[in-house]
């Protein structure tokens, strides 16, 4: 089973930048999507950006392009979201998932890491 564990999160200022990680342990990840998604207080779970681990294609939230970007390391089995420009708004848990691609949803998940942007 997939392992996801999140580190990186933080209290930054506006306009600041900050990079979350996700550590991946426990299977063969050829055939997965990785994603972040964040939960600000009173809304959904969204996608934030997600990325195949084999092609390296990867899919941004409107609210996000430009600003964010998500890779991956094959070698060390590691996602990060560098996360620059950051806005009130994007205050929220953010988690690691992963899914098998052609799934409708997330199946794994990390336990999420709280990012607070302060204006």
């Known amino acids: 089973q997939v392992q996801l564990v999140e580190s990186g999160g933080g209290s930054v200022q506006a306009g600041g930048s900050l990079r979350l990680s996700c550590a991946v342990s426990?299977?063969?990840?050829?055939?997965?999507?990785l994603g972040w998604l964040r939960q600000a207080p009173g809304k959904e779970r969204d996608v934030v950006a997600a990325i195949t681990w084999s092609e390296m294609r990867t899919y941004y939230a409107d609210s996000v392009k430009g600003r964010f970007t998500i890779s991956r390391d094959d070698s060390t089995k590691m996602v990060y979201l560098q996360m620059y420009d950051v806005k009130p708004e994007d205050t929220a848990v953010y988690y690691c998932?992963?899914?098998?691609?052609?799934?409708?949803?997330?199946?794994?998940w990390g336990q999420g890491t709280q990012v607070t942007v302060s204006s």
């Open positions: 426990g299977g063969t990840l050829t055939n997965y999507v």
């Open positions: 998932a992963a899914k098998l691609r052609g799934a409708n949803g997330y199946s794994r």
